[in-house]
């Protein structure tokens, strides 16, 4: 069983919905990293949360450290909010990423 | 300065070349990380540094070596490689490393063909 599960794998949306890509971890951790990464490779470090929540433009990150859920929403999708967006674990042992499978989200204008 | 640099972005290679992927950073982080990712996958670690020192080998094959000649760079040398070590080569780097809570900033990689 990965220790990161991401779901949905595939998401297509309309311009203007609004979106939740989901994430259950198994493992304790010492935070939780939303990242995003765009076609041709480049990762982008999008949130990184240990609790709450944390908002940033339309991006909002939530985290429930019981549940070991987080969620991440975007308001207002546009096409260039395409990407992959993956969740990652720090275990707090040496500060190392355990990725998720991602999540590849298309939005059609 | 909040940008990690890869060299070079494409890379094709023969199984007897030997090459270097290089990483570049000016933020004054001290844990660098180079990552591995096929085609669909999510990236995979394979070596951390902290302070110059190699911190994590994630039971790379020795055919991959790693260096880190100072706290800016990070090499990573390629030596009689395999097809399916074709991926994209990711670098990273934190502030720190070490198990504290940090963002990792990541470079646009190096695409890596093997024939």
């Known amino acids: 069983k990965n220790e990161v599960e991401q779901s949905p794998q595939n998401l297509t949306a309309q311009e203007g919905e609004f979106i939740t890509i989901n994430c259950s971890y198994s493992?304790?951790?010492?935070?939780l990293h939303w990242l995003q990464q765009h076609p041709g490779g480049g990762i982008v470090s999008l949130f990184m949360?240990?609790?709450g929540k944390k908002k940033h433009g339309r991006l909002i990150a939530t985290i429930n450290i019981q549940e070991k859920h987080s969620s991440l929403h975007i308001t207002a999708s546009h096409p260039r909010d395409s990407a992959v967006y993956i969740c990652?674990?720090?275990?707090?042992?040496?500060?190392?990423?355990?990725f998720g499978k991602g999540t590849k989200l298309s939005v059609k204008p | 300065d909040t940008e990690v640099t890869q060299t070079p972005k494409h890379l094709v290679m023969g199984m007897t070349n030997k090459k270097s992927l290089k990483c570049e950073q000016h933020?004054?982080?001290?844990?660098m990380y180079w990552y591995k990712q096929k085609a669909k996958k999510p990236p995979e670690l394979m070596f951390v540094?902290?302070?110059?020192?190699?911190?994590i080998n994630e039971s790379v094959p020795s055919r991959f070596s790693p260096e880190c000649p100072n706290s800016s760079l990070l090499n990573l040398h390629l030596h009689a490689l395999q097809p399916e070590d074709s991926a994209l080569y990711l670098c990273?780097?934190?502030?720190?490393?070490?198990?504290?809570?940090?963002?990792?900033?990541f470079g646009p990689g190096t695409r890596l063909l093997v024939l």
């Open positions: 990273a780097s934190s502030l720190q490393g070490g198990g504290i809570q940090e963002t990792q900033y």
């Open positions: 493992v304790g951790i010492s935070a």
């Open positions: 949360l240990s609790s």
């Open positions: 990652a674990v720090s275990l707090g042992s040496q500060g190392n990423l355990i």
């Open positions: 933020m004054g982080h001290r844990a």
């Open positions: 540094y902290s302070y110059e020192k190699l911190s």
